[in-house]
């Protein structure tokens, strides 16, 4: 007799959960259902933070680090390490009070005052930065590169009464400098500083001296160069700090426990968000380096013991082209000799990503792409190839729950402004594959409270806002990028619009370098503009230049004067790597004498295509000539510039 202990046959069952397994499999696999979910994970809790910690007044970062340094658990874990140097989230807190009080009592910095930091990364940048934050007042941070002109313009816009320079930079901060800021108190943070805020007592200010009226009040001002002219400086909404430090901290889990490597420039977003705050957070520990270099990064990595590291840009390009380390003991390699299992960062390429992971064992990516003065972002959490060299990811279901807030459209390359359609007014959206410029949707209500763009600059910030993008009175923020997106929601860089290009994970302005070039005595004109070259990320910088009297061929002298003067007028990473020596008649303009730019790109550095004209580049500090032999070595690879 058949045993009736299943309420229905077991034949079609079995026949039907293989048959389910795989509709879920596929579904999954169209869908990107486990990776919806594993977003709104981060997406939900984050939300729900932020909002429950406007309602209680403490938004600032401040109390994070009071929490981990109280609580007994983590009190006595790291909190910083730097150098050879280790503080525990208790000794933080008492080194960010005693800052903040000797802040107040040495320059009478009060709540909400802005305070301009000119610092290489150091323990000094991170206390000093935590010290203003625990009296209420807003850092505002200078890239430590900065000389003359664009210096004084950050340090003016930021309308600080205070500038702290590291001795380490002080010789940017010159006669000149020091003049056009008369009315900026600057002062240098010496060994001498250093111990009066050790002598300093530590004083916690009530709350109320750091309450902000919400998760749109600044938290700090992060310069970036935008399109075109100076660097600008980007409002840093505390709403901004806890959705992309508390999302980014989720999505590549750092908790207590896990150390986060980073010698990316805290003046940066990335250092300062998606680092410093996405630690601060989650009660990781903070590896910090003075800077990158590709014989320090790995040995610092595996002296502090590092799980998760930051990079932008270039920096794992140079990792991998950087010689096997082997340990002099055994001879083993060490590429893999380390415990880090995330890689964290924007503007890794392509050709880079599975190199990179493959030579140094690092199981997941995560790229992300978003801007300073930006109010979105897009994320990619890779372990595998689906989504290698994609900026952001994510399937219907997320979209369906969270909205995407993004669109591509058409654009019209000879303005550099998204295309509109004829009849409609409106702009076009791209269909999947086709590369359009990245907008991000802004709110329809409290635009200008909600939306802060960059500090005391309501123009430069308008220009970011494109109005009546797909309707009447909608806003969406320009990112000024291409991307495309795929059908299987993958996004993907494709290019920068006008003439801004990209060089050391920094944007340069080409108004700004011709404008400095201009000013030496023996150039008449200057055109700026970034060159490809195969085997590295970004443009570099090329100057096209009459000179006056349109000497044929500059002399040594010359070019020895042209190479201190752009040391001394602009950053290291703005200094043109090549200089074409052209004449009038070759030197395009439109109707309205505006320079062109377009052939100049198209011809680079090839000196078969630049009709004659002489070429130059920096070596060692100076400009001499670039030959056939140069260039046929660049193009090969056997030049790292």
Same mark, same amino acid.
């Given at each position: 007799?058949?045993?009736?202990?299943?309420?229905?046959?077991?034949?079609?069952?079995?026949?039907?959960?293989?048959?389910?397994? /795989?509709?879920?499999?596929?579904?999954?696999?169209? /869908?990107?259902?486990?990776?919806?979910?594993?977003?709104?994970?981060?997406?939900?809790?984050?939300?729900?933070?932020?909002?429950?910690?406007?309602?209680?007044?403490?938004?600032?970062?401040?109390?994070?680090?009071?929490?981990?340094?109280?609580?007994?658990?983590?009190?006595?874990?790291?909190?910083?390490?730097?150098?050879?140097?280790?503080?525990?989230?208790?000794?933080?807190?008492?080194?960010?009070?005693?800052?903040?009080?000797?802040?107040?009592?040495?320059?009478?910095?009060?709540?909400?005052?802005?305070?301009?930091?000119?610092?290489?990364?150091?323990? /000094?940048?991170?206390?000093?930065?935590?010290?203003?934050?625990?009296?209420?007042?807003?850092?505002?941070?200078?890239?430590?590169?900065?000389?003359?002109?664009?210096?004084?313009?950050?340090?003016?816009?930021?309308?600080?009464?205070?500038?702290?320079?590291?001795?380490?930079?002080?010789?940017?901060?010159?006669?000149?400098? #020091?003049?056009?800021?008369?009315?900026? #108190?600057?002062?240098?943070?010496?060994?001498?500083?250093?111990?009066?805020?050790?002598?300093?007592?530590?004083?916690?200010?009530?709350?109320?001296?750091?309450?902000?009226?919400?998760?749109?009040?600044?938290?700090?001002?992060?310069?970036?160069?935008?399109?075109?002219?100076?660097?600008?400086?980007?409002?840093?909404?505390?709403?901004?700090?806890?959705?992309?430090?508390?999302?980014?901290?989720?999505?590549?889990? /750092?908790?207590?426990?896990?150390?986060?490597?980073?010698?990316?420039?805290?003046?940066?977003?990335?250092?300062?968000?998606?680092?410093?705050?996405?630690?601060?957070?989650?009660?990781?520990?903070?590896?910090?380096?003075?800077?990158?270099?590709?014989?320090?990064?790995?040995?610092?990595?595996?002296?502090?013991?590092?799980?998760?590291?930051?990079?932008?840009?270039?920096?794992?390009?140079?990792?991998?082209?950087?010689?096997?380390?082997?340990?002099?003991?055994?001879?083993?390699?060490?590429?893999?000799?380390?415990?880090?299992?995330?890689?964290?960062?924007?503007?890794?390429?392509?050709?880079?990503?599975?190199?990179?992971?493959?030579?140094?064992?690092?199981?997941?990516?995560?790229?992300?792409?978003?801007?300073?003065?930006?109010?979105?972002?897009?994320?990619?959490?890779?372990?595998?190839?689906?989504?290698?060299?994609?900026?952001?990811?994510?399937?219907?279901?997320?979209?369906?729950?969270?909205?995407?807030?993004?669109?591509?459209?058409?654009?019209?390359?000879?303005?550099?402004?998204?295309?509109?359609?004829?009849?409609?007014?409106?702009?076009?959206?791209?269909?999947?594959?086709?590369?359009?410029?990245?907008?991000?949707?802004?709110?329809?209500?409290?635009?200008?409270?909600?939306?802060?763009?960059?500090?005391?600059?309501?123009?430069?910030?308008?220009?970011?806002?494109?109005?009546?993008?797909?309707? #009447?009175?909608?806003?969406?923020?320009?990112?000024?990028?291409?991307?495309?997106?795929?059908?299987?929601?993958?996004?993907?860089?494709?290019?920068?619009?006008?003439?801004?290009?990209?060089?050391?994970?920094?944007?340069?302005?080409?108004?700004?370098?011709?404008?400095?070039?201009?000013?030496?005595?023996?150039?008449?004109?200057?055109?700026?503009?970034?060159?490809?070259?195969?085997?590295?990320?970004?443009?570099?910088?090329?100057?096209?230049?009459?000179?006056?009297?349109?000497?044929?061929?500059?002399?040594?002298?010359?070019?020895?004067?042209?190479?201190?003067?752009?040391?001394?007028?602009?950053?290291?990473?703005?200094?043109?790597?090549?200089?074409?020596?052209?004449?009038?008649?070759?030197?395009?303009?439109?109707?309205?004498?505006?320079?062109?730019?377009?052939?100049?790109?198209?011809?680079?550095?090839?000196?078969?295509?630049?009709?004659?004209?002489?070429?130059?580049?920096?070596?060692?500090?100076?400009?001499?000539?670039?030959?056939?032999?140069?260039?046929?070595?660049?193009?090969?690879?056997?030049?790292?510039?």
């Amino acid at each position: 007799m058949e045993s009736n202990i299943l309420p229905f046959p077991l034949a079609p069952l079995a026949l039907a959960l293989p048959a389910a397994a /795989a509709a879920a499999a596929y579904l999954n696999a169209k /869908a990107h259902i486990w990776y919806d979910l594993k977003m709104l994970s981060c997406v939900a809790p984050m939300a729900l933070q932020m909002w429950w910690r406007e309602r209680l007044g403490k938004l600032s970062l401040f109390y994070d680090l009071e929490h981990w340094a109280l609580d007994p658990k983590t009190a006595d874990r790291p909190f910083l390490l730097f150098e050879d140097r280790c503080w525990t989230f208790k000794q933080g807190l008492d080194e960010t009070l005693r800052h903040g009080a000797w802040l107040r009592e040495t320059y009478g910095i009060k709540k909400d005052e802005i305070v301009a930091m000119d610092f290489v990364n150091s323990d /000094a940048f991170v206390f000093i930065w935590m010290g203003l934050w625990s009296i209420g007042a807003k850092p505002a941070f200078i890239n430590y590169n900065l000389t003359g002109q664009a210096l004084v313009h950050c340090a003016r816009a930021a309308g600080a009464a205070l500038m702290l320079v590291d001795p380490q930079v002080a010789q940017n901060v010159d006669d000149y400098v #020091r003049t056009e800021l008369a009315g900026v #108190r600057i002062d240098l943070f010496t060994a001498e500083r250093r111990r009066e805020v050790s002598a300093t007592k530590p004083m916690r200010l009530p709350d109320e001296e750091r309450a902000d009226e919400g998760l749109f009040s600044m938290s700090n001002l992060i310069y970036t160069s935008g399109t075109t002219g100076l660097p600008k400086a980007a409002v840093v909404s505390w709403g901004k700090v806890h959705a992309a430090g508390g999302f980014s901290a989720r999505l590549i889990n /750092a908790r207590p426990g896990e150390i986060f490597y980073t010698c990316m420039p805290l003046y940066h977003s990335s250092g300062a968000i998606l680092c410093f705050a996405n630690a601060l957070l989650s009660g990781s520990t903070i590896a910090l380096g003075a800077k990158f270099s590709t014989r320090t990064f790995w040995s610092e990595v595996r002296r502090y013991d590092a799980t998760m590291i930051q990079y932008v840009g270039e920096t794992l390009r140079y990792l991998l082209a950087a010689p096997h380390e082997v340990d002099p003991a055994t001879g083993e390699s060490m590429d893999k000799k380390h415990r880090v299992r995330v890689a964290l960062g924007n503007g890794l390429r392509p050709d880079v990503w599975n190199k990179f992971k493959s030579r140094f064992g690092v199981e997941y990516i995560a790229e992300f792409y978003g801007a300073t003065e930006g109010s979105f972002a897009t994320w990619n959490l890779s372990r595998n190839d689906f989504s290698m060299g994609a900026v952001g990811r994510n399937g219907w279901f997320y979209t369906a729950i969270v909205g995407s807030g993004t669109a591509l459209v058409k654009v019209d390359f000879t303005t550099d402004l998204p295309y509109r359609d004829p009849k409609t007014g409106f702009c076009v959206p791209c269909k999947a594959g086709e590369p359009g410029e990245f907008l991000f949707k802004l709110p329809d209500k409290d635009l200008e409270k909600r939306f802060q763009g960059y500090y005391g600059d309501r123009e430069a910030t308008n220009k970011k806002i494109l109005r009546g993008v797909f309707k #009447r009175g909608d806003a969406w923020f320009r990112t000024g990028d291409v991307m495309r997106w795929d059908d299987e929601g993958r996004i993907y860089f494709h290019d920068r619009i006008g003439d801004t290009f990209r060089w050391k994970s920094e944007n340069v302005s080409t108004a700004e370098v011709s404008q400095e070039l201009g000013l030496h005595p023996a150039v008449h004109e200057a055109n700026v503009y970034g060159v490809q070259l195969a085997h590295h990320d970004g443009r570099a910088g090329c100057a096209a230049i009459i000179m006056n009297g349109e000497a044929a061929s500059p002399s040594e002298d010359l070019l020895r004067s042209l190479s201190q003067h752009v040391a001394r007028r602009l950053p290291r990473y703005a200094a043109p790597i090549f200089l074409r020596i052209t004449r009038t008649g070759k030197m395009q303009t439109t109707g309205t004498n505006k320079q062109q730019k377009h052939d100049l790109r198209t011809e680079g550095i090839d000196p078969d295509k630049v009709g004659g004209d002489e070429l130059f580049w920096l070596q060692e500090g100076n400009y001499v000539p670039f030959t056939k032999k140069d260039w046929e070595a660049l193009k090969q690879g056997k030049v790292k510039l």
